[in-house]
């Protein structure tokens, strides 16, 4: 027999977790299992929800009595399995129908999907789909409805029991409810981390969101910028030069991600990136620094395998460091969180002077003081900011594949 205070007890620890900062799949574990506490006899359960991600479209949570939770994110290039084309929970989405339930005891049950039929000799005798829609952002495609969508599955004689089946509908709603807290929370966490970066965006869900916070922080500067994009994209048109772009972004801010930098902005074609100090030595930050550098040469030159005849991709790249203010710049209620200074002012300049010096990266002499004989003097140049011609150098490509180890044209996949 089920006891409704006992569920009324699920509910009130579910409005607890959700004021807090849950995980999900755990939350749901737990849920399944003090379900089970209260005599509601479910052995097997899905949750399925959707989220706003530039990668990933859904993610799921498997449980089953007596064995451990399963998570798995499902990305927007995922092709469909077989398995998710004849899946019940899948046909519920499209027919958009309240329940779909099958009593896989019944002999004269539909037994349509080959899930179920697995089921029913595994010993299942219910199983049940049961969405729950509710509004969050996300991207609209195949499924007009965002929310959760949940399997319940038992294999108590007789099936669900009709107060199981209450008790069940009423504590999905209230998951639903925990489910939008938390799920909101994510979506703005992967938005700021998105558009700000996570060093940026942490800051600015910290509170950093008035015109005019900041702080001052020691940094290298990763500065690069495509060279000829402006017949390039004559040459492209619009749409082509949009893919064009996006592969170059891939080859010189993919790099920096790699390597644990922190990419600020995207200045038209030019990558403006930062290696924080506070969280490495500077000798740390500028081996990143560097290695990020080798990295996007790689990955430019994996690109220009495959351009089919096309124009060839090509990059100049600053890496200076120093003291940079890294804060909310703009109007008051239109701003940008980045990093102005000196440092960044003389990173877009030593850029300027790759294409003078025939070089593809350019460091000032305090990075080059860590890149051992890899540094070539290139001569001094008059730089904005400084009263003095500064030194700079080139960095040579020996040892290029030594120092990268995240080439993605050498990774290869599970097969």
């Known amino acids: 027999m089920i006891d409704m205070m006992d569920i009324d007890a699920v509910e009130d620890w579910l409005i607890g977790e959700a004021l807090g900062d849950p995980d ?6 737990e849920l399944c299992e003090r379900l089970r506490q209260c ?23 498997f449980w089953e009595r007596g064995g451990t939770v399963y998570h798995e994110q499902i990305e927007h290039s995922d092709e469909d399995t077989d398995d998710w084309l004849q899946s019940p929970v899948r046909a519920v989405l499209v027919s958009q129908e309240p329940m779909l339930r099958r009593r896989l005891s019944n002999a004269n049950a539909p037994i349509e999907f080959p899930l179920l039929v697995r089921l029913q000799s595994e010993g299942y005798t219910d199983y049940m789909v049961i969405p729950t829609a509710f509004e969050i952002p996300a991207i609209r495609g195949e499924y007009p409805n965002t929310g959760i969508i949940l399997s319940w599955a038992t294999r108590e004689p007789g099936g669900f029991s009709e107060e199981a089946l209450t008790a069940i509908r009423y504590i999905q709603k209230r998951l639903a409810i925990a489910a939008r807290a938390v799920l909101q929370g994510d979506i703005t966490r992967i938005i700021a981390k998105t558009y700000l970066g996570s060093f940026a965006g942490t800051k600015v869900l910290n509170g950093q969101i008035r015109h005019g916070d900041g702080e001052t922080i020691d940094a290298v500067i990763y500065y690069s910028d495509m060279r000829n994009s402006t017949a390039i994209a004559e040459a492209l048109g619009p749409e082509a030069y949009l893919a064009w772009l996006n592969t170059y972004f891939q080859a010189t801010a993919g790099a920096v991600l790699e390597h644990g930098g922190e990419v600020l902005d995207f200045i038209g074609d030019a990558v ?20 990020a550098a080798d990295e996007t040469r790689l990955r430019l030159a994996d690109a220009n395998k495959h351009t089919n005849g096309g124009p060839e991709m090509k990059a100049g790249i600053a890496l200076s460091t120093g003291s940079v203010m890294f804060g909310n710049i703009g109007v008051a209620n239109r701003l940008t969180f980045s990093v102005v200074g000196q440092t960044v002012h003389a ?55 030594q120092t990268t180890t995240n080439n993605p044209s050498e990774q290869t996949g599970p097969t």
């Open 272 to 291: 403006l990136a930062v290696f924080p100090t506070e969280k490495d030595s500077l000798a740390k930050a500028v081996e990143k620094a560097i290695a």
């Open 24 to 29: 999900m799949t755990q939350l749901f574990a």
């Open 347 to 401: 990173a877009a300049r030593i850029e300027s002077l790759t294409k003078r010096v025939k070089s593809d990266v350019l460091m000032t002499g305090e990075v080059a003081a860590f890149a051992g004989n890899r540094a070539r003097n290139a001569g001094a140049y008059e730089l904005d900011g400084f009263t003095t011609r500064q030194p700079l150098f080139a960095l040579d490509q020996s040892g290029l594949l």
């Open 39 to 61: 005599n509601v006899p479910v052995d097997r359960a899905m949750l399925v929800w959707s989220t706003l991600h530039p990668m990933i479209e859904a993610e799921i949570a």
